[in-house]
């Protein structure tokens, strides 16, 4: 895009940022030692002995331990240490001869796109964020997350309806982290088709050449978008086109867009403004009668965006009836003549909604990019916040409806309350629902304000939790925060669970608020504050079954300053709408009541899902081991031995949110406790630079791999339905001659 390429020319060396994923070589010396050991005679004779006494159910498989060169697809794996990453594709041949592979399932978006209200298909102005930051695939390429002190991550899904990911290459396939964040709000993802300058002009007149050339190239951007799980193409043509070449672009996109229709439900083109219809390469920064032949073509237009508001009024009588399929180009970066961008884009937005046009934010990144990183998610909280007023919200229909305000990165991993692992991460995957937010500290009434916010210093699971804080005014004894905008039919019986705490010295107490369809408030924390309706929760004692079979489902946990509280609403007919928090003074007194709440999760659930069997992981395997030596973790000037494997299993679609992965050693020398590799978001994990005995004289080793889901409830399964594979593993024995040598 123009507004993008004289940053982009500075900052094209996307994939050579070091990210803190890369493994310590050694010097020199290290290194000649290496591929000395490497290098050293095998035979095939091996004193490899059956392990009599595994059970016989368990899935065994036998290794050698080879040093053989580097396996696997360079586009599909980083070369430095074997972790699957996102990639796109760079030429047209590499386009045209796209095929999936088995290294391509670790790209596959796992989340379907959620049901929302109002629907993508509504005329209501909709907002679409391109995003595009240092070349693309920075963190967010690496498939099974990143070791990253700072990452640039985005979190206010519910004012956005269209996620576009951009990079300058011909063909951007949205990394699936995206992808997976995006569909988990009912936000759609595109990827990008881009030609630009000379090479691209090639591109075009190549493909552009008749009906079969522009086809096939149609039909494999299809094809991907399947096969990937996103939802359609931004199409970017920024280089002149030949006279033939700009005829035959018309039926191009009605041909891609009528074929994306079919294979995805709900999905979009959307044309770039830059070329006319005489191929002249030339930005509008409007819809007219010189580039309308392309929107007619396809699903809408994205605005260059050195527009003025007569920009504006021209296109209202341009295309009345679609004025929300014209998204107006905002550039963060506010680079050229254009109005708004960086903390003004809030004056670029008020024009756009004044003549009910939709909006294309481009480059929000610049938040993280051009501001302090420490002070990311203040600056990104500011940017968003002074947006709200032109940012229509959309309802996410979803149930089980369950969150722990986890924004897919964070200081440290928590589970049920406790610190599991201490590292900086990143993984988009592990995003969990994020709130609406609220920031009312600049327009405080009776200095009365509220202000939320994703907050790293404690969390309930994942890397985060959701710190609501603020003050209620002396005139008030109560407020209530809405949380989420939810549109989803109630069953019979609501299952809630709620996990909090009350930090500082706050004299308040707090309840969860449902607003539903043709229904009052029904508000409860325990027996006293619930009001006499018909929707009367009813409050379950530890001996109630239901609370018994959600206690067996949890599993062992300490709350250890968390509150919990759990309640059973009963519906009929109803349709759930909207979640609020009620903070509200124990003693109102006529004075400022202040209060620091921290929110950790909240499910919402069909009360008959507790009751759900939950299915075994089945047929466990490994595949594409890659075995090294390298410097060892504690002491390094011993050669460690690193296994690196796909572990591969089956599980029903959509029953489980995630998986985690833990590994035991067997008899090496002596069975040793579980401990927790990562956390899978498929069904298959590559197992990365795992530090594992040596078999000594030829003995095997055996270690244990164990998969276990968590479902969409958030429940983890119990280990009897875990999967479970055992490695045996020997390193081949010398003969006398190679020990001689």
Same mark, same amino acid.
């Given at each position: ?266 999905? /979009? %083109? ?12 030339? =930005?509008?920064? @409007?819809? &007219? #009668? +010189? ?59 008020? /024009? %756009? ?12 990144? =610049?938040?993280? @990019?051009? &501001? #302090? +990183? ?74 009365? =304000? ?292």
């Amino acid at each position: 895009m123009e507004g993008g390429r004289e940053r982009e020319l500075d900052t094209r060396e996307a994939g050579g940022r070091e990210t803190g994923r890369k493994r310590e070589r050694g010097d020199n010396e290290d290194k000649a030692k290496l591929r000395e050991l490497a290098k050293l005679p095998r035979t095939e004779k091996s004193s490899i002995t059956p392990f009599m006494d595994l059970p016989v159910d368990r899935q065994v498989v036998s290794q050698l331990v080879q040093f053989k060169p580097f396996p696997l697809q360079g586009r599909h794996y980083d070369l430095d240490t074997t972790e699957p990453i996102s990639f796109s594709l760079k030429s047209l041949e590499e386009l045209l001869s796209w095929k999936p592979s088995d290294a391509d399932a670790f790209n596959i978006a796992t989340t379907p796109l959620a049901g929302r209200q109002p629907p993508l298909q509504s005329s209501r102005p909709k907002t679409l964020v391109c995003h595009d930051m240092m070349g693309g695939y920075q963190e967010d390429r690496f498939i099974q997350g990143a070791e990253a002190e700072t990452a640039f991550s985005f979190y206010h899904w519910q004012y956005i309806d269209i996620f576009t990911y951009f990079s300058h290459n011909l063909v951007t396939v949205p990394p699936v982290c995206w992808t997976n964040a995006a569909h988990r709000h009912g936000v759609s993802v595109l990827g990008t088709f881009i030609t630009e300058w000379t090479d691209g002009a090639k591109i075009c007149e190549s493909f552009l050449a008749g009906d079969s050339s522009f086809r096939a190239v149609a039909d494999k951007l299809v094809q991907i978008a399947q096969y990937y799980g996103f939802d359609g193409w931004l199409i970017n043509i920024e280089n002149m086109l030949s006279e033939s070449a700009v005829k035959n672009t018309p039926s191009f996109l009605r041909y891609l867009t009528y074929r994306m229709h079919r294979g995805v439900p709900e999905s /979009l %083109i959307i044309w770039y403004d830059s070329v006319l219809e005489t191929g002249e390469l030339k =930005w509008q920064n @409007e819809l &007219n #009668e +010189k580039n309308s032949v392309f929107f007619d073509s396809c699903d809408g237009i994205f605005t260059n965006y050195n527009w003025m508001e007569d920009h504006l009024e021209r296109m209202v009588s341009q295309a009345p009836k679609r004025l929300a399929d014209v998204y107006v180009g905002v550039d963060v970066f506010a680079r050229g003549d254009v109005i708004g961008g960086k903390f003004d884009t809030n004056k670029a937005l008020q /024009l %756009i909604r004044k003549h009910s046009f939709s909006a294309a934010i481009f480059a929000p990144g =610049w938040v993280y @990019e051009c &501001n #302090e +990183k420490k002070d990311f998610r203040q600056h990104q909280g500011k940017f968003w916040s002074l947006l709200f007023e032109y940012l229509p919200t959309h309802s996410v229909c979803v149930l089980p409806f369950v969150t722990s305000f986890c924004q897919g990165f964070g200081k440290h991993m928590y589970s049920k309350g406790k610190v599991e692992e201490v590292k900086n991460w990143f993984n988009l995957s592990a995003q969990e629902l994020q709130p609406l937010f609220v920031d009312m500290r600049s327009e405080a009434v009776e200095n009365g =304000w509220v202000w939320t916010r994703g907050c790293p210093e404690d969390a309930w699971n994942g890397g985060s939790s959701l710190l609501v804080e603020g003050v209620i005014p002396a005139s008030r004894s109560n407020v209530s925060v809405r949380l989420f905008s939810v549109r989803v039919p109630a069953p019979p019986k609501i299952f809630i669970s709620f996990i909090y705490k009350l930090e500082g010295v706050s004299d308040v107490k707090v309840a969860l608020e449902f607003k539903t369809h043709h229904a009052p408030f029904c508000s409860f924390a325990d027996i006293t504050a619930i009001p006499a309706s018909s929707l009367r929760p009813e409050p379950l004692s530890e001996q109630d079954s239901m609370m018994q079979q959600f206690t067996q489902r949890c599993g062992t946990w300490t709350l250890e300053g968390w509150q919990s509280r759990c309640f059973l609403l009963e519906l009929e007919g109803c349709l759930l709408e909207d979640i609020f928090v009620n903070i509200s003074q124990v003693r109102p007194d006529e004075q400022e009541g202040h209060f620091r709440l921290r929110i950790g999760e909240v499910k919402v659930l069909d009360a008959e899902s507790l009751f759900t069997a939950q299915p075994q992981v089945q047929n466990p395997s490994m595949s594409d081991v890659v075995w090294r030596r390298g410097m060892g973790v504690a002491d390094r000037n011993t050669l460690q031995l690193y296994l690196n494997a796909t572990l591969h299993w089956s599980y029903p679609a959509h029953h489980a949110s995630h998986f985690r992965v833990h590994w035991r050693k067997l008899r090496c020398p002596e069975q040793e406790r579980v401990v927790i590799i990562g956390r899978a978001y498929a069904s298959l994990y590559r197992v990365v630079d795992l530090a594992v005995p040596d078999a000594v004289d030829g003995d095997p080793c055996w270690l244990e791999f164990l998969v276990q889901p968590v479902t969409k409830e958030g429940f983890a399964v119990p280990e009897s339905e875990w999967g479970r594979l055992t490695l045996r593993y020997a390193e081949p024995i010398l003969s006398e001659a190679d020990k001689s040598v």
